[in-house]
């Protein structure tokens, strides 16, 4: 039997993928992804959550298809030396689903709620640490400016974990009839 | 009520109808044009080079007919960040592109050591940034959103016969985000008034208040993530109820022409990004 021709992906990934990219890059348009703080950077984010949902719920390629549309647009969008490069801006985006889906597939067995913690808390970092060792290496940032960016790449890990855990258990209470939630459309 | 009006404020993509030939180029040649001369920027490291790089953007935008004050309106906001990592450049940086082998130092004090590397460092860094600031709103100026997933997709597609990247769903996944950006907005606004209504504090932005700012945006995010979600289900029952498939045999409703004069100017482009990344600049 022949079969059709796809690469892979099923509708509901590209489906996904799309929405999630969607809210992504809504967060960047209307600021509501940044969270002022007060050191360099400026702004904490939390546009990479998307990325992190997405690996969890649909797999590492869609988490790096999020994470790829989420680079481009804060490329072109960029209002900072730092992410008008797409070696800093898209690369390291790339690898965040990736990274969170493993960890949440390791832990998943174990404990799901400490695995959706995990993975948001692990995704964040990738996202931290890619994207500074890029702009170290690009000379955009001394190594030693990147200091007082530590307390806030906590942060951020900390609210990813936490947004992640409270979506995905709600969706797969929806989902499954648990927890209380109506399917309201 | 201003603070929750998002719909009006988002603008995607900021097409300008323009006749120039930039605008008539074949959106796939013009996106590897793009792609090289970002390349060329991105990797060069010395003062002529980005010196005529600058001169070169900045002919490609009149050839454009884009008002140049257009093409620099994301330059004003960035300035003090630009000032502020200079500064951090020129003092911290021991050496620069060259890994320091022969940077002259001007003065040192402690930690500081402002050189000659940490200078070309901070205005090389600078320069691009403006040359690529200038690049990509000639490219988002010129061309229209949808030419630009469908160019994306097409270039692709070869990549997807031999060794089945997804370019035809990276361009859906494309096509569908931006379809959806106003649809989520004015979901978020709804949300929004929403939860005040109910007597949420979503508070003033500020950098010392972020604690405060993280809590009020939990009610607003989760809501929003799960009514995209449902959106999602909706929208691959109806895909799937038409039976959808993507990838191999799809023609499209556009198609795109090249013309000589693509190749051409794709020819010059290519000779030239070359030409800055090989050639041996003295400074």
């Known amino acids: 039997m022949e079969t059709t021709a796809q690469s892979g992906l099923s509708v509901r990934k590209i489906v996904v993928a799309g929405v999630l990219a969607a809210i992504s890059i809504l967060?960047?348009?209307?600021?509501?992804?940044?969270?002022?703080?007060?050191?360099?950077?400026?702004?904490?984010?939390?546009?990479?959550?998307?990325?992190?949902?997405?690996?969890?719920?649909?797999?590492?390629?869609?988490?790096?298809l999020i994470g790829g549309l989420f680079g481009l647009f804060s490329f072109i969008q960029a209002e900072s030396p730092i992410f008008k490069n797409p070696i800093v801006a898209i690369l390291p985006r790339l690898i965040i689903g990736i990274t969170a889906y493993y960890s949440y597939a390791v832990l998943k067995r174990w404990n799901e709620y400490a695995a959706l913690a995990v993975s948001g808390v692990v995704g964040s970092l990738t996202n931290t640490i890619l994207v500074l060792g890029m702009a170290g290496l690009f000379g955009l940032l001394p190594w030693a400016a990147?200091?007082?960016?530590?307390p806030q790449a906590i942060a951020e890990a900390i609210i990813?974990?936490?947004?992640?855990?409270?979506?995905?258990?709600?969706?797969k209470g929806i989902e499954t009839g648990v927890g209380g939630g109506s399917r309201k459309v | 009520m201003e603070e929750f009006e998002f719909v009006r404020n988002i603008t995607i993509g900021q097409y300008l109808a323009l006749h120039s030939f930039v605008h008539r180029m074949?959106?796939?040649?013009?996106?590897?044009?793009?792609?090289?001369?970002?390349?060329?920027?991105?990797?060069?490291?010395?003062?002529?080079?980005?010196?005529?790089?600058?001169?070169?953007?900045?002919?490609?935008?009149?050839?454009?007919?884009i008002p140049i004050?257009?093409?620099?309106?994301?330059?004003?906001?960035a300035v003090p960040i630009v000032i502020l990592l200079a500064i951090l450049q020129i003092t911290f940086y021991t050496s620069g592109f060259a890994g320091g082998s022969n940077c002259v130092s001007f003065f040192r004090w402690g930690p500081i050591d402002v050189n000659s590397c940490g200078v070309q460092l901070a205005v090389v860094s600078a320069a691009r940034f403006v040359d690529l600031l200038i690049l990509t709103s000639l490219l988002t100026f010129s061309t229209t959103v949808t030419e630009l997933t469908l160019g994306t997709e097409q270039l692709l597609a070869p990549l997807q016969k031999r060794f089945n990247f997804p370019a035809h769903e990276l361009a859906l996944t494309m096509t569908i985000a931006l379809r959806f950006i106003p649809t989520f907005a004015e979901e978020l606004e709804r949300i929004m008034k929403a939860q005040v209504s109910r007597g949420a504090d979503l508070g003033q932005r500020g950098a010392f208040r972020f604690i405060q700012q993280t809590r009020s945006l939990l009610p607003l995010i989760v809501p929003l993530f799960l009514s995209a979600?449902?959106?999602?289900?909706?929208?691959?029952?109806?895909?799937?109820?038409?039976?959808?498939?993507?990838?191999?045999?799809?023609?499209?409703?556009?198609?795109?022409?090249?013309?000589?004069?693509?190749?051409?100017?794709?020819?010059?482009?290519?000779?030239?990004?070359?030409?800055?990344?090989?050639?041996?600049?003295a400074y």
């Open chain 2, 26 to 65: 074949d959106p796939r040649v013009k996106l590897i044009c793009f792609v090289f001369l970002v390349g060329a920027i991105t990797f060069t490291t010395s003062y002529t080079a980005n010196a005529i790089l600058l001169f070169v953007v900045i002919a490609l935008i009149r050839v454009s007919q």
């Open chain 1, 146 to 150: 990147m200091l007082p960016i530590v």
């Open chain 2, 229 to 281: 979600l449902r959106r999602a289900e909706e929208l691959v029952l109806a895909m799937e109820a038409r039976c959808y498939v993507g990838g191999r045999g799809r023609t499209h409703y556009v198609e795109f022409k090249s013309r000589p004069s693509d190749f051409v100017a794709l020819a010059i482009v290519i000779l030239f990004a070359a030409g800055i990344l090989l050639f041996p600049f």
């Open chain 1, 27 to 64: 967060l960047g348009y209307t600021r509501l992804g940044f969270i002022p703080v007060p050191n360099l950077s400026g702004n904490a984010t939390i546009m990479h959550v998307p990325a992190i949902i997405g690996a969890v719920l649909e797999g590492p390629a869609v988490g790096s």
């Open chain 2, 69 to 77: 004050r257009y093409a620099l309106s994301g330059l004003k906001p």
């Open chain 1, 160 to 171: 990813a974990a936490i947004i992640t855990v409270a979506v995905v258990a709600a969706w």
